[in-house]
């Protein structure tokens, strides 16, 4: 089972930029393809981003189409969500997710979570 710790988390103002990591460890990471959700409160956690195992692949929601960016770095076991031009709708806590099979945007279908780490972004 692979573990996923996130950070890089914080407050930033609008039309700011944030990059988010996921640190993995306990298996093969280039194995698992990775993804990141988010969840704000009172909503359902929800797809934001994905990559295939050897990160030549990469999908995104639409409404954070052309202002994020995933990559991964499979000799650090880690991914990173590079988020720019913040609107205050992206607050949320964003959770790295790892999967061995296909991407998924569905939240059901993740097989490993890591423990979240919030974006706050101020108006």
């Known amino acids: 089972q692979v573990q996923l710790v996130e950070s890089g988390g914080g407050l930033v103002q609008a039309g700011g930029s944030l990059r988010l990591s996921c640190a993995a460890s306990?298996?093969?990471?280039?194995?698992?393809?990775m993804g990141w959700f988010r969840q704000a409160p009172g909503k359902e956690r929800e797809f934001v981003a994905a990559i295939s195992w050897g990160g030549g692949y990469q999908y995104y929601a639409d409404s954070v189409k052309g202002r994020f960016t995933i990559s991964r770095d499979n000799a650090k076991n880690t991914v990173y969500l590079q988020m720019s031009s913040l609107k205050a709708e992206d607050t949320a806590v964003y959770y790295c997710?790892?999967?061995?099979?296909?991407?998924?945007?569905?939240?059901?279908?993740?097989?490993?979570w890591g423990q979240g780490t919030q974006v706050t972004v101020s108006s």
């Open positions: 997710a790892a999967r061995t099979k296909y991407i998924t945007t569905n939240a059901d279908d993740v097989g490993a």
């Open positions: 306990g298996r093969t990471f280039s194995s698992y393809t």
